[in-house]
């Protein structure tokens, strides 16, 4: 039984419960929560519903408990009811109904943890965006693996997600970026306000190669070719970094068309005639402070050019325009002020601002040898996707930028996640997939088959650490839902430690097999179904965080 059925039980029980008694049945809620308790003395599950509803039904909390855990053990999926403290009811699963959770992770097999919370979602989530100025740095990196992550469990809830990518291909940055390329090109320093690092340089070498006349062309002309050919190469390479990385995005946006083909311009004109813009000292005001930003801000400015907010605006009206209901922006750390600009934004072209989230990413340190890594071989001041890469991997990196909330800064440790230790976390959950994985290969040269999962007798898994592991398997919907909810990525990941950290514990205590092993011991047998469900959990689990999930190590 699954923590959902057994919720879904204890529910029914309360309606009967509750009607055999006269009792208001509306007081129940939809679903029932049910939690594995801190301490497995007592029992394998735990509810507070009779604490929750006894009030509003007219009766008391202990007494409600008492009744629900009467009715609750003549069900023959619930072997002990028990009534705790004030009307805490702690529950103990019969066997063969606690095997249910493996028969439904082997059943549903890749389908398993997958729900429909958001069945009929268009999602459009827009991550990294970095800049076409140099490479994907370290904040962009941890997008690159949380965002991509986010996709993916947001996909295993139902929704339909678009990842996009915001190509900043207009403004100053840019003509930074080809003045830059330009002095590389000339052999000269960068510019003040320019950027630095050896990747300017190459850059550089391979506009001159693709366009050998380039600076003997007029100046406009120079730095129109500069800025096609380098901004473009740019480009190609952070989105071969990021397929290397495992994410693949399926729109490029470029911002340059939104002025281009006149959408800022109409955008500005409806939001003339939206009460959520007002004109003042000459120019044009987003109502922005109505949605917590500290200063209303200026879309139009006093000489009748757009500001910067307003492609922004263009750009969601663009997005909702698309046909996407739910509009994700991840941001870094210093758009904080974003999330009111863009729910403000949503009101003015006549939208609920709710269509837009926008998540804060915070800062990701790099750790050697106890002293923070600062240099990068070519950006010279920042360490990059690749840097990371280079030094630990896709698998750990990814691993490591997913395992944290994305709103608190995190230290990597790079000596510790190159390690092939049980204290490296992206190994200890791999390495548990690869013992599965080989314990199958083992069972079948000791000419032990598995069989149909139908015919295993799972009631023999009565082992303590067996149960753990079953219920830890049971999580894996629930986990995967709150991840999709919440926005949490990182919950997938703690949870895969969690499952391994079981296993191992299991393995130790329970022995699986031996040579000599009876071919039709039951048990044996029973315990081969329970390795290979947890198997395909961590499988799943390693898949919704786009990391591998080996047979071997």
Not at 237 to 264: A, C, M, R
Not at 377 to 397: F, S, Y
Request: with cysteine.
């Amino acid at each position: 039984m699954t923590p959902a059925a057994l919720a879904e039980l204890v529910r029914n029980t309360a309606v009967d419960v509750l009607s055999a008694r006269g009792l208001d049945t509306s007081v129940l809620p939809e679903a029932v929560t049910v939690e594995r308790p801190r301490n497995p003395e007592h029992g394998d599950y735990a509810t507070n519903i009779a604490m929750q509803v006894a009030k509003k039904a007219g009766v008391a909390p202990r007494d409600l408990a008492t009744w629900l855990a009467e009715a609750l053990t003549s069900q023959d999926a619930i072997d002990v009811a028990d009534v705790a403290g004030p009307g805490f009811l702690n529950l103990r699963l019969a066997p063969d109904a606690q095997a249910q959770i493996v028969r439904e992770a082997l059943g549903s097999g890749a389908e398993y943890g997958k729900g429909d919370l958001y069945n009929g979602l268009k999602v459009n989530l827009e991550f990294v965006s970095a800049n076409p100025t140099g490479p994907i740095h370290l904040g962009g990196t941890r997008w690159a693996a949380a965002g991509d992550a986010l996709g993916r469990v947001l996909s295993a809830q139902g929704a339909e997600v678009t990842r996009e990518y915001y190509f900043n291909d207009a403004g100053a940055q840019i003509d930074r970026f080809v003045r830059s390329l330009i002095a590389g090109a000339k052999g000269e320093p960068a510019p003040e306000d320019g950027y630095g690092g050896g990747y300017i340089a190459e850059i550089a070498d391979q506009v001159l190669k693709a366009e050998p006349g380039v600076l003997e062309q007029p100046e406009d002309e120079r730095h129109e070719t500069f800025r096609r050919v380098g901004v473009g190469l740019m480009f190609e390479e952070i989105k071969q970094s990021l397929n290397d990385f495992g994410t693949v995005f399926d729109v490029y946006f470029h911002e340059d068309s939104l002025h281009s083909s006149g959408q800022v311009e109409t955008c500005v004109e409806q939001l003339k005639a939206s009460d959520h813009l007002y004109y003042t000292d000459g120019a044009w005001w987003l109502r922005s402070t109505e949605y917590g930003d500290d200063k209303d801000r200026v879309v139009i400015k006093s000489d009748g050019a757009p500001a910067y907010i307003a492609g922004d605006i263009a750009y969601l009206r663009d997005k909702r325009s698309r046909g996407f209901d739910l509009c994700i922006y991840m941001l870094g750390a210093d758009h904080h002020g974003y999330i009111a600009r863009l729910k403000a934004a949503a009101a003015a072209l006549g939208d609920d601002p709710s269509v837009v989230e926008v998540l804060i990413g915070q800062m990701v340190n790099l750790m050697r040898d106890g002293k923070p890594v600062r240099m990068s071989k070519r950006n010279g001041t920042v360490v990059t996707l690749e840097d990371l890469v280079e030094a630990v991997g896709v698998d750990a990196a990814r691993y490591s930028l997913i395992r944290s909330s994305v709103d608190s800064a995190v230290d990597i440790d790079l000596d510790l996640i190159s390690k092939r230790t049980n204290e490296n976390p992206v190994f200890y959950v791999q390495y548990a997939h690869a013992r599965l994985s080989s314990l199958q290969r083992n069972a079948t040269s000791l000419g032990i088959e598995r069989g149909s999962v139908e015919n295993a007798d799972l009631s023999l898994l009565t082992h303590e650490r067996e149960g753990d592991l079953i219920r830890t398997l049971g999580e894996f919907p629930r986990v995967v839902r709150s991840a999709a909810q919440l926005r949490e990525p990182h919950r997938v990941a703690r949870y895969l430690e969690d499952v391994a950290s079981a296993y191992h514990k299991f393995y130790d205590a329970c022995r699986v097999l031996q040579p000599g092993d009876d071919q039709s011991n039951p048990l044996t047998i029973a315990r081969l179904q329970l390795c290979e469900a947890t198997r395909q959990v961590l499988a799943n689990g390693l898949g919704l965080l786009g990391v591998s999930a080996p047979e071997q190590m």
